[in-house]
């Protein structure tokens, strides 16, 4: 039946929103539960990226071209945060052996 | 000059003298002090004589106007009339007198400089509370003359043994005046807000005139308001404790405050407000019993009192309760003649014990005097003086303006008559007492204060005299119409011809048989009582007790009926019970515990709300993806 | 503009000024001011309003930033630069370690005082009102007693509560208004409901800064731990901007609710008369003593101005010039027995009047002008303001009465036992220079109100007939 009607009419915009939906929330389950930093960048990029493919799509579906101008925007910025985050990350395996986000808990109240 | 020029002279003389001695007496040679102090005292005298002579009608003089708002105005004024000037007479006759004596009893001591500016300074708060034409005036120097009086009797606070004493009895002085005072205050409140006005001759024009007539409460409330200030000033019970106490003063302010003036500022209150209290017959009846029962009490307390100044402060105390139970039948002349001869022979006994304690080296208690009258003889004979006037003894001034008290009560009611007349007979009996154990007798002090035995100087000596004097034959002002007709009742007539009120009370004589027959018992009784002390104490030798030995009523009347032991009981420890108790649990428990625990609380809160705060990135993201997901849902569910 | 601003100046030039010197630049930096409201003084007729500085544009959230002066703003204004000199006076011969700091600090104040009493704008009332928060909680942290940091903290925050509800009731008062201006605001037409929370936010803050029963548990403990100048700032000057607001700014802003909450505040300012008195009958320590003393003096007159008519509102006057003057001598009388003999119990003192016969007078003077006998100026406010209660219920004027005889009570009583008796200490040096000659203008300035009240009655006179016809005016439209 999908199928079908992916054929017939081409892909619709649903198929996107859903697909964004379950990228995003791979990332934010991935986030939340899992403890490696390394890990955690990715899962952040996930959610970037499930965003940046939800922009495109309606970039297309409303005929404009600004929302992939956006995207590009935060492919910069998720670039630029990656490489922060990353040499943050190795300035802390430097000092602690270790990538767990558990052990920052410096915060704690 | 004019009177208004004079009587400003005469208020300004103490008060420069008390400026230049407490400015730079310090530096001033002793003698220049005294003498300045005294020479303004006679000067001010001899203006008042001029006024006394000059002025035959009431006439005010406005100094400035203190303030004005908009329901009423209260004035800086003078009034002068029958009874200021009379008062005036008295306060700065007796009080140059007083002021003179002392320069003799105080030489040795070193805040002389001190004393005379307090004393001028007294002088200058008296003079403002009998001159002044209002009552807000008279409150000026009713407050004025508590602090000299403050002053005075803790003069000498810094003593080594006897400091602290004195200090306390200064600060008792002022705080039981000061319960005199609010009552008076609200007197005060109670006629401005029905009259609006304190002038003394707008509240007669508007009584005695208009005719207008308050509410029988309000004048109750008014003169019992009054009355109240009174017993706090005129020593009265309830607030009578505090005069025994105020002998811890040097002796002449005894004379001079605790005496002749201060203490008649309360009789002088109730004569000057006559307009009222004639209107409140249930005051003038409460004012009556409280000083008859004060009358009695303080006489009994005075029989068994072994210092010789104590036996004098509840001689004063018991003379002001008869005062009062004149004014309670309205006999306000009567009284005035008794303040006025009772200012001549108690000063002249304060004096007198005056110089017979300079004699016994500043001892007070009786039981080591006597004998006494071979020593000084000048102090003795003018003491016997004093104390046959007091006594009722006949032909002296206080035989007269006891009488004629007394010929009120008659009239009034016998009941009454009967008691004053065992208050007039313990009189005679503790001031014989006193009389015998001091003057008579052998000497039974040490022989070093024997040594020192002599008569005082002239400057002390010449006061006692002039006194005596006075006491003798200060009953001529006012002599009963007895023997002759003429120019009796002089005093009478001299303060009804022009004080307001007083000219339109009746005050009715008793016939002359009625009257020969109140002297002639009065008489028979001082004779026994002079004759039966005279065998108790010359002829047997009796003598005082020492406190041990006392027992029964003597205990009794030697604790002072335990007044102060039961005002301890039921007020000052109270109030300091309550003092302690408030701070430690409404102060600090309830209040401050209170508001520490509420902030007490604020941070328990964050020590567990701070819990949430676990600093693991991931539960923050938690938390946020289930705020936007709840959020979400409660969008979707509300539209 | 020169007349609240000057402060601000001195103040700068106490920060850069040679330390041996500050002390006079302070104390010149004051006497200017002082002059200065002397001179506004002399060119001005009560019956006037003088504009100080009142910019022609207004700002979008209705700010206008108004400043000026009546006669009660200026009687203000001028106490309060007595007041500040006469502090830095007596402060003239203190060693602190950080003078300039100090004086800085104490003009800052100043400054900030002016600028209550001459703000006409609800706003400007507020900043100023909290920029007096600053110099004083510093002055009290910096040169504070060993023990002071809890109390000093108790302090501020219990002040800043009561600022906060301010603020919100002026908040609440901008929705009703055009403009912060005093006269917009007066205009503003309030509900029943609206009068009583705005009023009560103004009545919250004030009654924490005056203090009043129950809002007063920081007093004692503040004024105990804070250095002299600080309880003197504190007492004479801090808690009369409480007073003064309620008369310029709280009855007058919502007059409507004035019958409903006048019967609280007057119960709440007799309850601390009488609690505060009893209190300090037994108080050992003679700061703590005198700042109940002072809490009892408060009471009374926030209770007479909460009458609202002209007899007590003078009184409430007269009588603000003199618990100033006197709660200056009491502090200063307090802090010369601290200094010397090093305590604040009595009981370690006596005698002290035979060693230094002429502290013995003048504590003795103020003493009696705390006890409020005539001749002094607190006997006339303390009559106008009892004739004002007294009226009001006669149960109300016995009761506020017996602060005269309770006042009598623990004044003499304190006085007494610290410097009557025998001496018990070898050496006590006697008043010098400056002491002397700040409590010689205090007793001056005590006794001249005290004979001639007048004076004080018709300067604040005709802008009290003012305001009281304004919150009539008000009541009868609602009503």
């Known amino acids: 039946m999908v199928l079908a009607s992916i054929f017939e009419s081409g892909v619709s915009i649903d198929f996107y929103i859903v697909l964004a939906s379950v990228l995003f929330a791979i990332g934010a389950v991935g986030v939340m539960v899992r403890r490696n930093a390394i890990v955690l960048l990715m899962c952040i990029e996930l959610m970037l990226n499930a965003v940046n493919l939800l922009m495109v799509a309606f970039s297309t579906y409303h005929g404009k071209g600004d929302g992939q101008v956006f995207v590009f925007f935060i492919m910069v910025v998720a670039a630029a945060e990656a490489t922060v985050g990353l040499s943050i990350l190795v300035m802390a395996y430097r000092n602690i052996r270790s990538t767990d986000v558990g052990i920052f808990n410096k915060l704690k109240g | 000059m004019g009177a208004d020029k004079i009587l400003l002279t005469i208020l300004a003389l103490p008060l420069i003298g008390a400026l230049i001695n407490g400015t730079l007496g310090k530096n001033m040679p002793k003698a220049v002090v005294g003498a300045l102090a005294t020479g303004v005292m006679f000067t001010a005298f001899a203006l008042a004589l001029v006024l006394f002579g000059s002025v035959h009608k009431q006439q005010l003089v406005h100094l400035f106007t203190m303030i004005s708002l908009d329901g009423f105005e209260l004035n800086a004024r003078l009034q002068l009339d029958s009874l200021s000037i009379w008062m005036t007479l008295i306060v700065t006759g007796v009080g140059s007198l007083i002021h003179l004596f002392s320069m003799g009893y105080m030489s040795h001591d070193k805040g002389y400089y001190k004393f005379f500016t307090y004393l001028n300074l007294f002088i200058f708060a008296m003079l403002i509370l009998v001159l002044g034409s209002n009552y807000f005036m008279l409150f000026f120097g009713w407050e004025g003359v508590g602090i000299c009086s403050y002053l005075l009797i803790g003069f000498h606070y810094s003593d080594a043994q006897k400091g602290i004493a004195n200090s306390v009895a200064a600060r008792k002085a002022f705080i039981m005046n000061r319960i005199g005072d609010l009552g008076l205050l609200i007197g005060l409140f109670l006629i401005l807000s029905q009259f609006g006005t304190l002038e003394y001759s707008a509240l007669a024009d508007k009584l005695l005139i208009e005719k207008i007539e308050p509410t029988t409460w309000m004048m109750f409330g008014i003169t019992a308001c009054l009355f109240i200030g009174a017993t706090g000033k005129s020593a009265q019970i309830p607030l009578f404790t505090w005069l025994p106490d105020a002998m811890a003063g040097p002796t002449p302010v005894s004379a001079l405050i605790h005496a002749a003036t201060m203490v008649t500022a309360g009789i002088f209150l109730v004569v000057r407000s006559n307009f009222f209290f004639e209107m409140a017959p249930m005051t003038q009846d409460i004012m009556l019993y409280v000083g008859l029962a004060t009358s009695l009490a303080a006489a009994f307390m005075a029989l068994r009192q072994n210092d010789i100044k104590k036996v004098l402060a509840y001689s004063t105390v018991s003379q002001l309760g008869l005062l009062f139970v004149a004014l309670g039948m309205g006999a306000y002349t009567a009284a005035m003649f008794h303040v006025t001869t009772h200012a001549f022979f108690k000063a002249l006994l304060f004096l007198g014990s005056g110089s017979v304690i300079h004699a016994m080296s500043d001892e007070q208690d009786i039981r080591v005097m006597g004998g006494l009258k071979k020593y000084i003889p000048i102090t003795h004979i003018t003491f016997l003086i004093g104390t046959l006037a007091i006594a009722g003894f006949p032909l002296l001034s206080g035989f007269y303006s006891k009488d004629e008290i007394l010929a009120h009560a008659v009239m009034h009611n016998p009941m009454i008559y009967g008691i004053l007349m065992v208050s007039v007979a313990m009189t005679a009996i503790y001031m014989f007492r006193l009389y015998f154990l001091v003057f008579h007798g052998n000497f039974r002090g040490t022989s070093e204060q024997q040594h020192h035995l002599h008569e005082s100087p002239l400057n002390m000596t010449l006061p006692l005299l002039v006194l005596a004097v006075l006491s003798v034959f200060g009953g001529i002002l006012n002599l009963p119409g007895v023997v002759m007709k003429a120019g009796t009742h002089w005093m009478s007539h001299y303060l009804e011809h022009n004080t307001r009120g007083l000219e339109v009370i009746e005050t009715h004589h008793l016939s002359s048989s009625q009257a020969m027959l109140l002297m002639g018992g009065a008489v028979l009784m001082t004779l026994i009582i002079l004759f039966g002390s005279f065998v108790v104490y010359v002829k047997r030798g009796s003598l005082a007790k020492s406190d041990e030995e006392l027992s029964g009523w003597e205990l009794v009347s030697n604790k002072k009926l335990y007044f102060d032991e039961i005002y301890n009981f039921l007020f000052v420890k109270p109030l300091e019970w309550m003092s302690e108790r408030i701070h430690a649990f409404v102060e600090v428990i309830a209040l401050n515990k209170s508001v520490y625990g509420f902030a007490g609380l604020i941070g328990k809160t964050g020590d567990i709300v701070r819990k949430w705060q676990t600093g693991v990135v991931s539960n923050y993201l938690f938390w946020m993806v289930l705020g936007v997901i709840s959020l979400v849902i409660y969008y979707l569910i509300k539209f | ?479």
Request: glycine share 8%; with cysteine.
């Open chain 3, 1 to 479: 503009m020169e007349l609240f601003a000057l402060p601000l100046v001195f103040a700068l030039i106490a920060l850069v000024a040679p330390k041996s010197k500050v002390n006079y630049v302070g104390l010149i930096g004051a006497v200017v001011s002082m002059v200065v409201s002397f001179i506004h003084v002399a060119y001005f007729s009560p019956d006037q309003y003088v504009s100080l500085f009142a910019p022609d544009f207004m700002l979008p959230l209705g700010l206008t930033f108004k400043m000026g002066y009546d006669g009660i703003g200026l009687f203000m204004v001028v106490l309060t630069n007595v007041i500040t000199t006469l502090i830095l006076l007596s402060n003239l011969n203190r060693e602190i370690a950080h003078n300039r700091a100090f004086n800085a600090l104490v003009l800052l104040m100043q400054f900030g005082l002016l600028g209550v009493f001459t703000a006409m704008d609800g706003i400007m009332f507020y900043i100023f009102w909290e920029l007096t928060l600053v110099p004083i909680f510093l002055i009290s942290y910096w040169f504070g007693a060993a023990d002071r940091k809890k109390p000093l903290m108790k302090f501020f925050i219990y002040t800043f509560v009561g600022s906060l509800a301010m603020l919100l009731s002026f908040m609440a008062l901008g929705t009703y208004s055009s403009s912060f201006a005093y006269e917009d605001l007066l205009a503003a037409q309030l509900t029943a409901k609206t009068a009583f929370w705005v009023m009560g936010g103004f009545f919250l803050a004030f009654a924490i800064k005056i203090p009043l029963f129950p809002f007063h548990t920081w007093q004692p403990d503040t004024y105990t731990v804070s250095p002299m100048a600080g309880t003197m700032l504190l007492s004479a000057l801090m808690l009369k901007m409480a007073l003064y607001g309620m008369v310029r700014w709280m009855i007058p802003i919502a007059p409507e609710a004035l019958d409903e909450l006048s019967c609280l505040v007057i119960t709440l300012g007799l309850i601390g008369v009488v609690y505060a008195a009893v209190i300090a009958i037994k108080q050992s320590d003679i700061k703590r003593l005198f700042a109940f003393a002072s809490i009892s003096h408060v009471g009374l007159i926030a209770a007479g101005i909460m009458l609202f008519n002209k007899d007590a509102l003078s009184g409430a006057f007269i009588q603000i010039a003199n618990h100033s003057l006197v709660a200056l001598g009491l502090f200063l009388a307090a802090d010369i027995l601290e200094r010397r003999m090093g305590t604040r119990n009595i009981y370690d003192l006596g005698g002290v009047a035979k060693l230094a016969p002429k502290f013995g007078f003048w504590f003795a003077a103020v003493a009696f002008a705390s006890v409020s006998v005539p001749l002094t100026s607190g006997f006339i406010g303390e009559f106008l303001l009892l004739k004002g209660l007294y009226n009001y219920s006669w149960i109300v004027g016995l009761v506020a009465g017996t602060t005269l005889v309770l006042g009598a009570v623990y004044t003499l009583r304190a006085y007494q036992i610290s410097m009557f008796g025998a001496p018990k200490m070898e050496h006590f040096a006697d008043l010098t220079w400056n002491e002397m000659l700040t409590f010689f203008i205090i007793m001056l300035i005590i006794l001249v109100l005290g004979i001639y009240p007048q004076a004080i009655i018709d300067f604040v006179g005709p802008s009290l007939d003012l305001t009281i016809e304004s919150v009539k005016g008000s009541k009868v439209i609602v009503q």
